[in-house]
Antibody
Framework: QVQLVQSGAEVKKPGASVKVSCKAS????????MQWVRQAPGQRLEWMGW????????KYSQNFQGRVTITRDTSATTAYMELSSLRSEDTAVYYC????????WGQGTTVTVSS | EIVLTQSPATLSLSPGERATLSCGAS???????LAWYQQKPGLAPRLLIY???SRATGIPDRFSGSGSGTDFTLTISRLEPEDFAVYYC?????????FGQGTRLEIK
């Protein structure tokens, strides 16, 4: 069946970077985009960006001011989201989701930023 | 960016009743590229409706979406106990993709 499995929880210090992976299975990886969305505690969903898994083209939200990088490894059918210069406000659950409509979601990865 | 405003913030209803959730956009949503998601505590969002009115795979027909332009509606015809959750709308027609702030559907 189609599923997205994300890497485990992370605890990081302010100023560090975090890289979250999203392993896709059950479908042809390269024909769907992959988007990344985060949700801070008690907050709404926030779109971070997406990648065309076929050609690697990316689009990012300006809200992250160049701190986010989304990549993919087609041989591993895995997408990655790296967020740099972490601050406490980046504490959130990070999700990957398939396609523009987000028809399949990963289970989420909790990233905690604390000194 | 397109700002989505959902109303009401909280909706208190009983099982068997009809629920109507609204999503208003600050600008017209391109090609009705609007989706609705359901989210339960501790879980990822679940796609219910895409392209404003198309039900996602496996979604019961008591869920329906309508609207175009700047006004969209999610209707749940007869509430089941498992429908009590938070609902988000999302537009994916313009970059950046944006979400509404959510409507909490609670048991009365």
């Amino acid at each position: 069946q189609v599923q997205l499995v994300q890497s485990g929880a992370e605890v990081k210090k302010p100023g560090a970077s975090v890289k979250v992976s999203c392993k896709a299975s059950g479908y042809t990886f390269t024909i769907y985009a992959m988007q990344w969305v985060r949700q801070a505690p008690g907050q709404r969903l926030e779109w971070m960006g997406w990648i065309n898994a076929g050609n690697g083209n990316t689009k990012y939200s300006q809200n992250f001011q160049g701190r986010v990088t989304i990549t993919r490894d087609t041989s591993a059918t895995t997408a990655y989201m790296e967020l740099s210069s972490l601050r406490s406000e980046d504490t959130a659950v990070y999700y990957c989701a398939r396609g523009r409509q987000g028809d399949v979601w990963g289970q989420g990865t909790t990233v905690t930023v604390s000194s | 960016e397109i700002v989505l405003t959902q109303s009401p913030a909280t909706l208190s209803l009983s099982p068997g009743e009809r629920a109507t959730l609204s999503c208003g956009a600050s600008q017209s949503v391109s090609s009705s590229y609007l989706a609705w998601y359901q989210q339960k505590p501790g879980l990822a969002p679940r796609l219910l409706i895409y392209d404003a009115s198309s039900r996602a795979t496996g979604i019961p027909d008591r869920f329906s979406g309508s609207g175009s332009g700047t006004d969209f509606t999610l209707t749940i015809s007869r509430l089941e106990p498992e429908d009590f959750a938070v609902y988000y709308c999302q537009q994916y027609g313009s970059s950046p993709i944006t979400f509404g702030q959510g409507t909490r559907l609670e048991i009365k």
